[in-house]
């Protein structure tokens, strides 16, 4: 049955509090005992921790074949396109769609919030941020917008075909923006994803180095889609549930794709975000992922310091920030840059797993994808060493 497109129905978050309600009934992954890593998370344990990063979600639901939806990542609270952070992408393996990632390597620059959404969609997503981003003040002038927009496909759930993201989804996304506690799960752009066969989502995560190492914070949020053999800790939760790629009862590569967002208040510039990033793949691959050849695993990372960022144009012309003004940058030095690394690589990994933990099952009539199975998953951590007892 093919669903009328006046039919899709905007889904405010009150309108969907009963999916909501269960998810913030499920655990993160610290409530289970595992705690990638050696560093301590921020307050919120959130992309959030990063002062200013704000996130917004919305869906978009109609009838039982389209549920899908957007997560909308601002990096700071003032207007993006003038006043720029620095920023770099990397590619894992490149079987997706990254809008804008290629002026983000050129000028190793972000002037637009970062959007997350379906993959039918991004360009969608793309015109509709470009118009909301015309409508901001000071904009009057401005003849070019690089909208920066990932995605993964949601086709198993959703009628992507009907690219059925609107406008209103796009701009409620964006301005609704706000810092504190993200949701995660079967929210947003993650409402019909999938992990290792296994409900996916949006998750989040960070950690806040010591005093010692900078005392800087690095946050991640990811739209996990993919596949492979799942661990979770070292341990192998996908082969003790008897579900991961090249199963004896499939040939499934675990194909699939993942967005990371990695945001830190560190002062890097662009070459220095794009190592950063990279460890976002270390993370990406504690989980069991395969990388396969059908798979987009993308990360986009950026800093919100002030010493970092672009100086704003003085005047209209429509110039780009900072086009006239001789840069003068401090930014942190290759040796001091390690435990950052080390902090991109234990964010990446523990949001993921958020992801799929808080995750509720989805069904449309295209098929159901099963919420991870908590008390099975507690029980095989017990085993391995790891939870209360």
Excluded at 33 to 59: E, K, Y
Excluded at 259 to 279: G, H, K, Q
Excluded at 308 to 332: F, K, W
């Amino acid at each position: 049955m093919r669903v009328p497109f006046a039919a899709l129905t905007l889904v405010a978050a009150l309108q969907i509090a009963t999916p909501l309600i269960a998810q913030n009934a499920r655990p993160r992954a610290r409530d289970l005992g595992v705690a990638p890593g050696v560093f301590a998370p921020g307050p919120l344990n959130a992309i959030t921790d990063v002062a200013g990063v704000r996130v917004g979600q919305s869906m978009v639901i109609a009838g039982d074949s389209v549920r899908t939806g957007v997560t909308a990542i601002l990096p700071h609270e003032g207007n993006p396109f003038l006043d720029r952070v620095p920023a770099a992408a990397v590619i894992g393996n490149a079987f997706g769609k990254l809008v804008g990632s290629t002026q983000v390597e050129e000028l190793g620059e972000l002037e637009t919030p970062i959007l997350l959404t379906c993959t039918l969609c991004v360009w969608k997503a793309a015109d509709a941020m470009v118009g909301w981003m015309l409508r901001q003040p000071g904009m009057a002038e401005v003849r070019s917008i690089n909208p920066v927009v990932g995605e993964t496909n949601d086709g198993f759930l959703n009628a992507i075909r009907l690219r059925p993201l609107t406008v209103e989804a796009v701009e409620q996304a964006l301005d609704n923006a706000r810092g504190g506690a993200v949701e995660e799960g079967s929210v947003g752009a993650g409402a019909s994803t999938a992990a290792f066969s296994w409900k996916g989502g949006i998750g989040t995560s960070s950690r806040k180095l010591p005093t010692s190492l900078g005392g800087w914070t690095l946050g991640a949020l990811v739209q996990s889609n993919y596949g492979g053999v799942f661990q979770m800790a070292g341990v192998p939760i996908g082969k003790e549930l008897g579900k991961y790629a090249y199963a004896r009862e499939t040939a499934n590569p675990g194909d699939g794709s993942i967005i990371m967002v990695l945001a830190t208040d560190a002062p890097l510039s662009d070459r220095n975000l794009r190592r950063v990033a990279e460890r976002a793949l270390a993370g990406l691959a504690r989980t069991g992922s395969t990388m396969s050849n059908g798979s987009g695993d993308f990360v986009l990372a950026f800093s919100t310091h002030p010493a970092v960022r672009r100086v704003p144009a003085v005047g209209g012309g429509g110039r780009r920030a900072g086009d006239t003004v001789t840069a003068r940058r401090r930014e942190l030095g290759n040796d001091d840059i390690s435990p950052l690394f080390q902090a991109a690589i234990e964010a990446t990994e523990e949001a993921i797993y958020n992801s799929m933990l808080k995750a509720t099952t989805v069904t449309t009539r295209f098929g159901t994808l099963e919420a991870l199975p908590i008390d099975s998953v507690r029980e095989i951590l017990r085993r391995h060493g790891i939870g209360r007892r």
